[in-house]
């Protein structure tokens, strides 16, 4: 579908009522009706009354006025398999469902920032060791869906509450230069105590490399010289994470 036949995000109540199909389809009164039904199903049971593609046709509405945004909805999911990856997958891929145009690849594209942003929120407000489920679900919703290697850092003060996310540097599908000076550099200009490490791995699988493990102790030895600690090295991959402390690697 060609972006001229979607509609600004907000602008589903301008669009003229369509005429009634011929030869069958969706009538125009029932798709109002489901969609109607589907906003009060959400209204009184949440996210968690929905299945996953009827919550995406619900993002999807703004954007699509007056087409059935199931049949695109469930394309999606085929695609990319589940709710996450939908939201975390590039734009350009999500160009290639037939039907998904700009707008509709930004309203998705909106959904997984504001989900991000609402979870770094409240990783904002209290110490980030007491909050690691928050930690590890941030880190996910920001980087696991990535096609690229990035090398994030998340710098703490001394009450270990974060300062700033930033990240440091983007790589290819399998590797991020990291130059620990620089990280050691950007800490000292934030004035962080502390520093965690996240970087993904796009294959999926968040078992850490021999690279990674030696990059790392090349951060802590640097780090430590100007007396700064750094508490872990999360990877994020699609099936889970790894933590470089838990294993004993650091």
Known sequence: MDDKDERGFLAEGAAPAPKAPRGGGVAPDDRTGHRERLRERFRLSGADGLADYELLELLLFSAFPRRDTKPIAKALLRKFGSFAEVLGAPEVRLREIDGVGAIAAATLKIAAAAASRMVRSELARRPVLSSWTQVLDYCKAAMAFETREQFRILFLDKKNVLIADEIQGLGTVDHTPVYPREVVRRALELAASALILVHNHPSGDPT????????????????????????DHIIIGKSGHSSLKGLGLM
């Open 208 to 231: 850490p490399s021999r690279a990674d493990i030696d990059m790392t102790q090349q951060v802590i030895q640097t780090a430590k010289s100007m007396g700064i600690a750094v508490h």
